[in-house]
Nanobody
């Protein structure tokens, strides 16, 4: 059974940093795409950052230059390094993955991802 388990969320002041991790298990193959999505109360889910099996990354404009997505294939773990955090980054952050190998970059559309974690809360105070 495929499982994606996020960790690393928490509360931080504006300008601070957090590192999220997503451990994937139950796989016998490499993911095509993995990524991070977030949803704040009363708002729609939005794509934050994705990474392809070839290492190509895609970022939402709102996090470019502040967030970095990476993965460790040997550990089947996805990371999101978040710096210069802002109160508007407050949300539940979800790890997602899909088996389909992309031709290039992975999208930021949640509908393109078939597997999801339970989420980890990130709260940024001003």
């Amino acid at each position: 059974q495929v499982q994606l388990v996020e960790s690393g969320g928490g509360s931080v002041q504006a300008g601070g940093s957090l590192r999220l991790s997503c451990a994937a298990s139950g796989l016998s193959y490499r993911w095509g795409c993995m990524g991070w999505f977030r949803q704040a109360p009363g708002k729609e889910r939005e794509g934050v950052a994705t990474i392809s099996s070839g290492g190509l990354t895609t970022y939402a404009d709102s996090v470019k230059g502040r967030f970095t997505v990476s993965k460790d294939n040997a550990k089947n773990t996805l990371y999101l390094e978040m710096n210069s955090l802002k109160p508007e980054d407050t949300a539940m952050y979800y790890c997602a993955a899909d088996r389909l190998i992309p031709l290039g970059w992975c999208s930021l559309r949640g509908t393109d991802f078939g597997y999801w974690g339970q989420g980890t809360q990130v709260t940024v105070s001003s």
